[in-house]
């Protein structure tokens, strides 16, 4: 479609990037076990791209349509219950920690029972909220699968701690920080920040006890601006950073680009055990920072190698590694 458009000399924009910016936000949807090496692109979302394309000659300021996001909304009631975590929280946790969930699809089910977990996994497929990415011990392997999707899974868990009283941040707070960690390098006090409201809040607690758990947190929280794609571990491959705080190609100016380890020691373990995963973090964060997706997506940026240590809720060390070091073995 869009090489007949372009043929006719109604689109001007060049073809194969516009599928390099669509693809991550619009496509991986698969709805049969029996096509699971064939994906196709959400047809609403590819419309709506490529609408701005052909009226205004360039893609959208935002990519996802406000109007995605309103159906979206419609499952939040679903999530809690009268101010409380309903019993599907868990559900878009484990989501948000692993990129995936696993169950059986329901062909059908009655409303009282809506918020049965595994019909609830089946009304997130249905909504187009997860795809289907296989099958494993006789359960239908479910994942997030675009971009789009997974910034909403991410609404969905800062909105339910925050209309349960659990856990909030300012969002300007927390915008002003994140614009000064990727124009000024000044990375430090946005986890400073973090670090004060667990503090504060201790109702989030119970929530983040755990390596899985305090990633799911981070990676929720730290997406809410617009100035980083944040792609998690899940989604890039086994072996690589925790997290890559991908500059937003929309964006250009931004100076700064960043590979961050999060480690992870219980309240239990000895305090020596802080250097020692901090050693571990700079030894990985030297090996992915040549990573061919980071040279690729980086822009003018340039790349930040940081550490984040937690002891179960609270963050005890911060740390940046220099590109320019040696890996001591």
Known sequence: MLEYYRDQGVLTMDVEEMIRDMKPW???????????????????????YVNSCLKL??????????????DYNKLRHLIRIDHELGANFSVIREIVENGRTSGTISSAFSVEKMVDRNNFKSLLYYFGLLSIRGVERGQTVLTIPNNTVR?????YLTEAYNQADIFSLDFSDL?????????DAAWQPLFAYIAAELEKQ????????????????LLAYLNMTNLYQLMPEYELGKGY????FRPN?????????????????????PESRITTLKEEARKQLLKYASDEIVMQTIGGAQLKLITIVFRGWEIVGMEETKISEKVMD
């Open 202 to 217: 201790s109702r989030i607690r119970e929530f983040i006890d755990g390596e899985a758990h305090v990633k799911g947190f």
């Open 241 to 244: 950073a925790d997290f890559y």
């Open 175 to 183: 915008a002003d920080l994140m614009t000064g960690m990727a124009y």
């Open 26 to 48: 619009y496509d991986n949807y698969c709805f049969a076990e029996e096509c699971l090496n064939e994906s196709m692109y959400n047809s609403d979302m590819t419309l709506y």
């Open 151 to 155: 910034e909403q899974f991410y609404t």
């Open 249 to 269: 190609p929309q964006m250009p100016d931004i100076r700064y680009a960043y590979l961050m380890e999060v480690k992870y020691l219980k309240r239990d373990e």
């Open 57 to 70: 000659g360039k893609k959208p300021e935002e990519m996802v349509d406000t109007n995605i996001r309103t």
